[in-house]
């Protein structure tokens, strides 16, 4: 990821880890984490940028990832907790 975007990434990256922090049972698919997990500062961020954010937290086990039958997918906590 080229460092600009990677720049974008980390406020959307802390935002989520700070919301699944305060709300340990949340569960959302990707547009809905964009429109109720992100703080008014962060609303207009890209819809890329919130997708790698995601992979990002997948990929460090901070969230979980759940494929539905639909093809629709829900990120949750891992294991009730999201790294500091």
Do not use: F
């Not at 949340?26 to 890209?46: C, F, H, K, M, Y």
Request: overall charge neutral; some cysteine.
């Amino acid at each position: 990821m080229p460092s600009g975007r990677r720049d974008a990434v980390a406020p959307v990256v802390q935002a989520i880890r700070a919301y699944v922090r305060a709300h340990p049972s949340a569960a959302d698919s990707p547009a809905g984490i964009q429109r109720w997990w992100l703080p008014p500062e962060l609303t207009n961020v890209r819809t890329a940028d919130v997708m790698a954010a995601l992979e990002t937290l997948h990929s460090a086990g901070d969230l979980s990832e759940l494929r539905l039958p639909d093809g629709n997918v829900v990120y949750s906590a891992a294991h009730g907790q999201c790294k500091p």
